[in-house]
């Protein structure tokens, strides 16, 4: 997510020469790293101050997490988007790699829905495997019900509606019924 004209640092410097100057001064791949909680949009003069912070206190690199406090209608938007170029711009400007990290609230880029918003082919599906007797009309008809995600149990209720659409796997519990056999 940095500006397209900032330095990027090398990813063959990930490699460790395990070298004792290496341990010494290790660079932004191998160096101390920070979370940056977002309770709120940070103002640009925030952003500055606390990138400045980090960097005077030797981290190379931070991880952008949102939190549970942070208004969900504004994560993703423009603003949020905006505050996050600029925190990339600041940090490539001082030689530091940046990352937006979003397992807390939003297991692997759930978002609330916010990522699929308008684009239900896009939405997350499952398949379960379950065996169900045929019926006297040789009609299968079955239905899955109870399912719940044990992952964000700990989270409670603020926390699912975080995480899923409308605070649950709604299309994860659902009837169906298959042609006769």
């Given at each position: 997510m940095t500006h397209a004209n900032a330095a990027i640092?090398?990813?063959?410097?990930?490699?460790?020469?395990?070298?004792?100057?290496?341990?010494?001064?290790?660079?932004?791949?191998?160096?101390?790293?920070?979370?940056?909680?977002?309770?709120?949009?940070?103002?640009?003069?925030?952003?500055?101050?606390?990138?400045?912070?980090?960097?005077?206190a030797g981290y190379q690199s931070f991880q952008i997490q949102?939190?549970?406090?942070?208004?969900?209608?504004?994560?993703?938007?423009?603003?949020?988007?905006?505050?996050?170029?600029?925190?990339?711009?600041?940090?490539?400007?001082?030689?530091?790699m940046i990352g937006i990290y979003d397992e807390y609230n939003w297991l692997s880029g759930h978002a609330g829905g916010l990522t699929v918003q308008g684009r239900d082919e896009l939405r997350e599906r499952h398949l379960f495997h379950v065996t169900v007797p045929v019926g006297a009309s040789g009609r299968i008809a079955g239905a899955i019900t109870g399912i719940r995600s044990q992952d964000v149990g700990y989270l409670q209720e603020p926390g699912r509606q975080w995480v899923y659409d409308g605070g649950s796997r709604s299309g994860m519990n659902g009837r169906w019924s298959a042609p006769s056999v």
């Amino acid at each position: 997510m940095t500006h397209a004209n900032a330095a990027i640092p090398d990813a063959a410097a990930a490699r460790s020469s395990g070298s004792w100057e290496e341990f010494r001064a290790p660079g932004p791949w191998n160096a101390p790293a920070a979370y940056w909680f977002w309770h709120h949009i940070p103002t640009r003069s925030e952003i500055v101050a606390q990138i400045q912070a980090m960097r005077d206190a030797g981290y190379q690199s931070f991880q952008i997490q949102t939190r549970l406090s942070f208004p969900r209608n504004r994560y993703l938007s423009d603003d949020y988007l905006a505050m996050c170029r600029l925190a990339a711009d600041e940090a490539a400007s001082r030689g530091m790699m940046i990352g937006i990290y979003d397992e807390y609230n939003w297991l692997s880029g759930h978002a609330g829905g916010l990522t699929v918003q308008g684009r239900d082919e896009l939405r997350e599906r499952h398949l379960f495997h379950v065996t169900v007797p045929v019926g006297a009309s040789g009609r299968i008809a079955g239905a899955i019900t109870g399912i719940r995600s044990q992952d964000v149990g700990y989270l409670q209720e603020p926390g699912r509606q975080w995480v899923y659409d409308g605070g649950s796997r709604s299309g994860m519990n659902g009837r169906w019924s298959a042609p006769s056999v």
